[in-house]
Nanobody, 112 residues
Framework: QEHLVESGGGLVQAGGSLRLSCVSS????????VGWARHIQGKQQRQLVA????????NYADFARGRFTISKDTANSAVYLQMNDLTSNDTAMYYC?????WGQGIQVTVSS
């Protein structure tokens, strides 16, 4: 069974940056789907933040485009999410996705 371990979350001031990491116990290949989603407290559904398709296309949600960067590191079985210019609206639990697996989630809190 695959395990995804997320790290890099925490508390940051508005305008700051965080880099989330997610390491897969089963490895990550060039053509694997990877992505990040988030759940904002009080909202019903998770939002897709960014993902890389099996064809290598990179896609961002409108709120993430220009501020967030997703990347895949197959040598280290990792996927990253660099988040810049954070606002309080980015406060959420962030989840990584590799193939059909989900991580446990990691909290990001942005203070205004």
């Amino acid at each position: 069974q695959e395990h995804l371990v997320e790290s890099g979350g925490g508390l940051v001031q508005a305008g700051g940056s965080l880099r989330l990491s997610c390491v897969s116990s089963a490895g990550i290949n060039t053509y694997d789907f990877v992505g990040w989603a988030r759940h904002i407290q009080g909202k019903q559904q998770r939002q897709l933040v960014a993902h890389i398709t099996t064809h290598g296309a990179v896609n961002y949600a409108d709120f993430a485009r220009g501020r967030f960067t997703i990347s895949k590191d197959t040598a280290n079985s990792a996927v990253y999410l660099q988040m810049n210019d954070l606002t309080s609206n980015d406060t959420a639990m962030y989840y990584c996705m590799v193939r059909n697996s989900w991580g446990q989630g990691i909290q990001v809190t942005v203070s205004s």
